[in-house]
């Protein structure tokens, strides 16, 4: 049984880092083969106030879609339930919503996050979704040729004006464009030159989320502050929806999914923990040793394992498509020789750790 009591801080700091790190074993009686890699992914800040009305008087809203997922956006969480039905499970959010998870077909994956009763923003990852006007699949080109992508995304909620600051890396990756009062971002898989997946949400959430370099100018829209219990809550629920993505894209690789085993997800936690009370970031615990040696105190039989993690992410879907566009990652995400995978989320560290079993 996985502890939890210990003290946790939400991180609000002026400087986020999201950052990821992979490591392979591959083990042969009493000798591993470990390959580490360092990935900086990306650099998200919350500036100050200053300049913050300096908005592009060019920036003209698309219009709504006239179909597809975008439209619930805002509407009561009945609707949802009248189209796709009573979702698998709801899980909570550090957002102040709840996750209404979808995986029935990983072909349909879908979350859509409720507050207050109300669609607030929703994750759609499966191929066959409406995501109107965009496709999952679709190739970049034809995204970037029909549609104008501002590096400054301007917007005002009771009063308060804001302005996220997308840099060269966050167009490429994750571009935003609004259509009416909802704002979409798109997770291109780099690789493969397609849309991954989309994000819909309303401007409150967007501004909570903070996703991109942030100028504001008047009240900063919070998170809600969470007791221990419910951060607790979040995380395992994180872990769970990082373990459904995972396999969501697994399938859509053509790659057998993964089976949930609670014993390397203890490791995994257990690592995840390990990096934030010691404000360390790395797959060797000075404590507690590299991956093989976890895993041996834990006593898992395995032919190879793997791991991946990282920290300061916005959510589950965020790390997965993260991870997806860094090769390490990618490669330990889609490899076909792995068989079981645990996950561990704790304080805003996330740990992945692959297994292919020994054979009976």
């Known amino acids: ?146 549609q104008f992508f501002d590096t400054n995304i301007n917007l005002k909620v009771n009063g308060n004006t804001y302005r996220f600051e997308l840099n060269d890396t966050d167009l490429n990756l994750r571009p935003m464009v609004q ?58 629920s994180t872990e769970q929806e990082i373990f459904d993505i995972t396999n969501a894209l697994r399938v859509r690789h053509k790659v057998k999914p993964l089976v949930w085993d609670e014993r390397i997800a203890e490791v995994a936690f257990e690592h995840s923990r390990d990096m934030a009370e010691n404000n360390d970031f790395s797959h060797t615990s000075k404590k507690f040793g590299d991956l093989a040696n976890r895993l041996k105190t834990a006593k898992v039989a395995y032919q190879t394992a793997g791991e991946n993690i990282a920290a300061k992410y916005t959510d589950g879907p965020a790390v997965v498509e993260g991870w997806l566009n860094s090769k390490g990652h990618r490669d330990s995400l889609l490899n076909k020789e792995y068989s079981h995978l645990g996950v561990g989320v704790y304080d805003e560290y996330f740990t992945q750790n692959f297994i292919r079993k020994t054979e009976d």
């Open 1 to 146: 049984m996985r502890l939890r009591t210990l003290s946790r801080i939400l991180i609000l700091s002026v400087v986020f880092l999201t950052i990821g790190f992979y490591v392979s074993i591959n083990e042969k009686d009493d000798n591993s083969k470990v390959l580490i890699k360092d990935d900086h992914m990306a650099e998200m800040k919350q500036s100050t106030p200053q300049e913050a009305d300096k908005t592009n008087k060019n920036q003209t809203p698309m219009e709504k879609p006239k179909e597809g997922l975008a439209l619930l956006i805002g509407q009561d969480v009945s609707n949802l339930e009248k189209e796709f039905g009573t979702p698998v499970r709801i899980d909570e959010s550090m957002y102040g919503y709840q996750w209404y998870i979808y995986n029935q077909s990983y072909n349909r994956y879908l979350q859509v996050g409720v507050e207050n009763n109300r669609v607030v923003t929703i994750f759609a990852l499966g191929e066959g979704l409406n995501v109107a006007p965009f496709e999952i699949g679709q190739p970049v080109e034809e995204i970037f040729n029909t």
């Open 179 to 236: 259509m009416g009062n909802i704002f979409v971002q798109l997770y291109i898989d780099k690789f493969t030159g397609n849309l991954s997946s989309v994000r819909f949400l309303d401007a409150e959430t967007l501004v909570k989320q903070r996703p991109y370099e942030l100028v504001y100018r008047g009240q900063l829209i919070k998170p809600p502050v969470l007791s221990e219990e419910m951060i607790n809550l979040v995380d395992q």
